[in-house]
């Protein structure tokens, strides 16, 4: 796969073999993710605050049983799309879409955090997004046309995160979204980069922000 010329579109994979929404709801200890907003309220949230909510707390002690799910989906389903070992995020960014709220506090370019070339995004949603829940996107870099791309439990969003513009609106479903968003590298084109992460400060390396999938 050519990711200089890779076209936004969704990959599905099988929830019964990967239930890793399943898993956050149980993190959670709730019946539907998507009524998480019934237990806390939160002013619009900022791009300096967008990491910090009680969401946020409690889907990152999440056990082994989400990241050996998450590492067998890399190895079973993402890495045959490229056809090479990836270099992958090691631990995927949550959010939440409360209703009412956004999930990032900025419409951005990842290039503009110092993500590096080369990076691929996927976007894996644990609750259906639609319409003014799920990412926003622009179809080609500098268009600036954003829209909605419909996402149900089950399948993820591939995209260019580094180049094309991307963001959320304020959610007026009425449901929340909580999701997921991690990046690969294949590892021909992959290369460490000092540069940290706005968030958690990890550098963009093998070790720090991301992992090797062929190391296990
Ligand atoms: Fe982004």
Same mark, same amino acid.
């Given at each position: 796969?050519?990711? =200089?010329? /890779?076209q936004t579109h969704l990959v599905d994979y099988d /929830? =019964?073999?990967?239930? /890793?929404p399943e898993i956050v709801r149980w993190q959670f200890g709730v019946d539907e993710l998507?009524?998480?907003?019934?237990?806390a309220d939160y002013p619009l949230l900022t791009r300096e605050n967008d990491q910090k909510t009680v #969401?946020?707390?409690? #889907?990152?002690?999440?056990?082994? =049983? #989400? #990241?050996?799910t998450y590492h067998r989906l890399l190895v079973e389903v993402v890495q045959p799309l490229f056809g090479e070992n990836l270099i992958y995020q090691r631990v995927p960014t949550f959010r939440v879409h409360l209703p009412g709220n956004v999930a990032v506090g900025e419409m951005h370019?990842?290039?503009d955090y110092?993500?590096?070339? %080369?990076?691929? !995004? /996927?976007?894996l949603p644990f609750t259906r997004a639609w319409d003014t829940n799920t990412?926003?996107?622009?179809?080609? =870099? %500098?268009? !600036?046309?954003?829209?909605?791309?419909?996402c149900d439990v089950g399948q993820m969003l591939m995209f260019d995160g580094v180049n094309l513009l991307h963001g959320n609106v304020k959610n007026e479903t009425g449901k929340t979204r909580v999701s997921v968003d991690f990046r690969v590298i294949p590892e021909s084109q992959y290369v460490a980069r000092e540069a940290a992460t706005i968030n958690t400060k990890l550098s963009f390396t093998v070790g720090g922000y991301f992992a090797d999938l062929a190391a296990g």
């Open positions: 796969m050519k990711t =200089e010329s /890779l /929830l =019964e073999r990967y239930p /890793l998507d009524e998480i907003h019934t237990s #969401f946020h707390e409690r #889907f990152y002690v999440i056990g082994d =049983e #989400f #990241f050996d370019r990842d290039r110092s993500h590096g070339q %080369g990076e691929v !995004n /996927l976007w990412v926003w996107i622009e179809s080609s =870099e %500098g268009s !600036n046309d954003v829209r909605p791309y419909a």
